[in-house]
């Protein structure tokens, strides 16, 4: 591969894990000052830990020889010293670290729906084993050669679309998310209006670090296809983004009588959700009606907690898991080419559906019993007391602003 495609791998790799740090300054604004330093942790430790076991099996098991199995081997190269030494290192070693900031960010997206309850090293544990039984085969099915990505040649059917994560990354982290809230409960207190971003700027500037670090996360991938599509997917990214806002910010105004800044934030994350899967199968006028329809439904789909009584804190579902899902079977009427209202016939939608309800059902599951398991034995759910003092002090011993601690005093 010539010096430029390797080049602009690097950066791609820079931009997608710059999108992690980026979360956590998004989740870390929404909550309370109390947990803020909990919250940032939590993306922090993801790409720790999952950075990690990503190098040492995870790559491993990304890829299958036939759609039946599970995943790959874990131990068929572990810690990658045979692909170090190969021939093509040079580009598959950057093809390894730009496949691990999906990881990451996938497993990080999780944290937000039990933000200001959870322990940290019970997340940990949560995260380690969620990486190697969810994350790492899911991206064998969609992306490496799994069921899902031979499905359509299985059914004659077109195959699977899913060019940057819509089942992969965010119906996997909105199902596993919508898991854990059943598992760790409600936060005291929890009825609308009582739990308040404490800082709105870390917000904007958490959404603007992953607007800014998503051309990685949907561009980047062309590295490998000699950026032969990489202009239409820059603008569908940036296209579909700017008409979620719009969207968010217009059901913001009919619904509560004011847009709000955090709806902006929230609105930009919808619509880059919903473009991930279908950045690079959308002509520019497609992606925009996506990015309005996904910008609304989700500011719709971030009440449902409150009328359904899960605590999904930070709206992991009602953003990644509906956009993820809009993104996903939206191709099956828009696709180029294949598109049920663009000249295909139904064969397109059928298979979205069946692969982002299959990934869906199986995170959820896997979180679930993964989440049950450690509540049930070293405990997930920080103590009401802790909960109430704020976690920050108590599970990290820190505390983000000095001025909170006087203001208490008071």
């Not at 790959?72 to 070693?93: C, I, K, Q, R, V």
């Not at 509540?375 to 997930?380: L, N, P, Q």
Request: glycine share 14%; aromatic share 12%; with cysteine.
């Amino acid at each position: 591969m010539d010096a430029g495609s390797m080049a602009f791998g690097v950066v791609a790799t820079a931009l997608v894990l710059f999108m992690t740090p980026g979360l956590a300054f998004f989740y870390g604004g929404l909550v309370r000052a109390k947990s803020v330093i909990s919250m940032m942790m939590m993306s922090f430790g993801a790409i720790g830990l999952v950075g990690t076991l990503w190098i040492l099996y995870g790559f491993n098991m990304a890829a299958v020889e036939s759609p039946l199995q599970f995943s790959g081997n874990p131990f068929s190269d572990l810690g990658l010293a045979a692909l170090a030494a190969g021939e093509s290192a040079n580009t598959d070693l950057i093809g390894v670290a730009y496949g691990s900031t999906f990881a990451i960010i996938t497993v990080a997206l999780i944290s937000g729906a039990i933000a200001d309850r959870a322990k940290f090293g019970a997340w940990m544990l949560f995260a380690g084993v969620f990486a190697t039984l969810g994350y790492f085969p899911i991206a064998a099915w969609v992306w490496g050669g799994g069921w899902a990505y031979s499905l359509g040649e299985m059914l004659g059917l077109p195959s699977v679309i899913d060019y940057a994560g819509g089942t992969a990354v965010h119906i996997n982290a909105g199902a596993a998310a919508l898991a854990l809230t059943f598992v760790l409960g409600k936060r005291i207190g929890f009825t609308k209006g009582a739990h308040k971003p404490h800082n709105v700027p870390f917000v904007i500037l958490g959404a603007s670090i992953l607007w800014f670090g998503w051309f990685g996360f949907n561009v980047g991938a062309e590295w490998l296809n000699g950026l032969g599509n990489a202009g239409l997917i820059t603008l569908n990214t940036l296209g579909a983004t700017a008409a979620a806002i719009c969207a968010w910010l217009l059901v913001e105004k009919l619904k509560d009588g004011k847009p709000t800044s955090v709806g902006a934030a929230s609105g930009a994350v919808a619509g880059l959700v919903a473009i991930t899967p279908a950045c690079a199968n959308l002509t520019p006028g497609w992606a925009l009606l996506l990015g309005v329809i996904a910008g609304a439904v989700c500011a719709l789909a971030v009440e449902l907690k409150w009328k359904l009584g899960f605590d999904d804190s930070l709206d992991v579902v009602g953003i990644h898991l509906v956009g993820g899902l809009i993104g996903t079977l939206y191709l099956g009427f828009f696709a180029t080419e294949t598109g049920l209202f663009l000249g295909g016939g139904p064969g397109q939608l059928a298979v979205q559906v069946i692969a982002a309800v299959g990934v869906m059902v199986y995170a959820f599951v896997v979180a679930f019993v993964i989440g049950f398991a450690i509540e049930k034995t070293i405990g997930f759910r920080v103590k009401n007391e802790d909960e109430l003092a704020g976690v920050d002090q108590i599970v990290h011993g820190e505390d983000a602003y000095g001025y909170e601690l006087e203001r208490d005093r008071v």
